[in-house]
């Protein structure tokens, strides 16, 4: 069992910047691939950005590319998203998902707002 918390949501305005922090429980959380999703109401989840277990390969989505670095502390047991010229249309809940064989975990949100 893999126990997931996410921090570092909150209000920002436009072009503004936030980092959201997955701090995991597991011991072997080096073993997981992690991922960052977001839900934006009436839309269905979606992935927003991914990183392998040794965070030697990322990957984006396309709405995101350029703006938001995903990175992981194995020491830490923690994954980050730092998310740059933040859009209206990046509000959504952010969630952390840990992904191991057929195992998947996830974390139990944070909103994000970006707005005027």
């Known amino acids: 069992q893999v126990q997931l918390v996410e921090s570092g949501g909150g209000l920002v305005q436009p072009g503004g910047s936030l980092r959201l922090s997955c701090a995991a429980s597991?011991?072997?959380?080096?073993?997981?691939?992690m991922s960052w999703y977001r839900q934006a109401p009436g839309k269905e989840r979606e992935l927003v950005a991914a990183i392998t277990t040794g965070g030697g390969r990322t990957n984006y989505a396309d709405s995101v590319k350029g703006r938001f670095t995903i990175s992981r502390d194995n020491a830490k047991n923690t994954v980050y998203l730092q998310m740059n010229s933040l859009k209206p249309e990046d509000t959504a809940v952010y969630y952390c998902?840990?992904?191991?064989?057929?195992?998947?975990?996830w974390g139990q949100g944070t909103q994000v707002t970006v707005s005027s």
């Open positions: 597991a011991v072997t959380f080096s073993s997981y691939a």
């Open positions: 998902n840990a992904h191991k064989s057929w195992f998947d975990y």
